[in-house]
């Protein structure tokens, strides 16, 4: 962790703050005609989540990572539980942790909670890092890797 | 506005704040291949928007109007300029202001501003108040009528 | 098979034909500043194709299951695997299965291939009859299981 | 009209045939808690018109047009009016003509009706040619110009 050290910006979540928290709220758009969140926008609800892990708690954004570096994280597998409906309203607690570094991919476990705390959606999911114009993995850069690896959890 | 000043919780926006205003970051999701936002998205982020102006600005959730008041707020009309593109990660700025208010009806002004403050979008549409069930329009109660006034502009 | 015999309409699935195919266009709304598809945008797809498999398929759309009869037919765990990016442009090849048919859930292998033949996304989910107002899991309507079994696949 | 005469595959549209018509399906997810279509939805309807009406009525693809040729067809203005909610399940026929075609830019007029061949929706909007790299607007191109012409309406 002493690389990590260097890096600024972003320490405050290094080490003990393994989790990566946001609030999601759940909006008209979001609900289908049952009046619960239509399931593929939970899928948006989640890679909102992953964009701003990237800003906020990697420090590097999706516009930086993609215009600037050439570089893309695609979700390659995800496996979700939706476990309880989401209603109109309704402000979600969203929460992602690494479960695992590899080379050039990360295995991520996303919640999404309810107001009481309780699941509404839980996920696994796999992200490759990608060279976007030759289409090919590449190993996740040092500096990222590092910071990815505050967020690890025995979980 | 004797009868507003009855009203709970919203009166910092009454009389002299006549804009409500919140952000919106251009997400991943929301661009396209030419690394822009797809303008069907500009549309959620308006309803977004009225969304927040409802729960916020006028103290009526779209859950509450929905759910336990059997009233919806359906955009009949929308004439919208796209005047400059807005690209991934920047933060917009988004300003909603009361035209015209009617019967059963209110008409806004909406602009979603840059970060260096120039038009992005901007957007003049009618809202309807329904009756659900029924689906016909109702006058618009007179508390929610009596806030919606404090956002109106003579602009 | 006697009792599905006897069914109107959809008897042309029956038996033999196992898999319920459709196809599906990339649309520009559909692909990110990548160019390729946002993966949200896949679970649309999927939900079209349970959708179609209904209506063309099964012989009950959404709509008369859930205005009529009250039901619903939520997804409750889905896994999915994208193989390889899809583009602007391409027409999508998706094919629907049934891999277990329970009392009141029903599990579906999902495949989205390519112009050429190949994976793109694969994915196995599982869905389960509701009462929407009751909010609870509910036996598949005989006619309805009946149908779903000739959809039924080995694989 | 000589000009037209001599592209190929598209002169079954020449002339007479101004409208260009496709079918669009209400799908589940298109629609919101009151059961009728989410109003952003209808600009993915407006928005694939447009692709289809590019691809299959002009000939040049958004494929084409933006990664073979690096050319765009943004929407700049779009005036729209949601005459009578649409529900799920339903049939919506769309209909595009166009009512002007300026150097640069084609104003177009687009119309979804229900089954019931009533209004839904109503939207004129214009569309600009840019050159995508450069960020500028520049003239259709003279074929595609000419079979836009095909599609112009009094109306």
């Given at each position: 962790?002493?690389?990590?050290?260097?890096?600024?910006?972003?320490?405050?979540?290094?080490?003990?703050?393994?989790?990566?928290?946001?609030?999601?709220?759940?909006?008209f758009?979001?609900?289908?005609?049952?009046?619960?969140?239509?399931?593929?926008?939970?899928?948006?609800?989640?890679?909102?989540?992953?964009?701003?892990?990237?800003?906020?708690?990697?420090?590097?954004?999706?516009?930086?990572?993609?215009?600037?570096?050439?570089?893309?994280?695609?979700?390659?597998?995800?496996?979700?539980?939706?476990?309880t409906?989401?209603?109109?309203?309704?402000?979600?607690?969203?929460?992602?942790?690494?479960?695992?570094?590899?080379?050039?991919?990360?295995?991520?476990?996303?919640?999404?909670?309810?107001?009481?705390?309780?699941?509404?959606?839980?996920?696994?999911?796999?992200?490759?890092?990608?060279h976007?114009?030759?289409?090919?993995?590449?190993?996740?850069?040092?500096?990222?890797?590092?910071?990815?690896?505050?967020f690890?959890?025995?979980?």
């Open positions: 962790m002493a690389k990590q050290a260097a890096l600024p910006d972003v320490d405050a979540h290094a080490g003990e703050n393994r989790v990566f928290a946001t609030q999601v709220c759940v909006r758009g979001d609900c289908d005609p049952a009046g619960i969140v239509f399931y593929p926008r939970y899928f948006e609800m989640v890679n909102n989540l992953v964009e701003d892990w990237c800003a906020q708690g990697l420090g590097m954004s999706f516009r930086e990572m993609h215009l600037e570096r050439g570089l893309g994280l695609p979700t390659v597998q995800i496996d979700t539980s939706f476990v409906p989401s209603e109109l309203g309704e402000v979600l607690q969203a929460e992602l942790r690494v479960l695992k570094l590899g080379g050039a991919s990360v295995a991520l476990a996303v919640r999404l909670a309810g107001p009481d705390g309780e699941d509404r959606v839980r996920a696994s999911l796999v992200l490759v890092m990608m976007l114009k030759e289409r090919r993995a590449v190993r996740i850069p040092d500096a990222l890797r590092a910071r990815m690896a505050a690890a959890s025995a979980e």
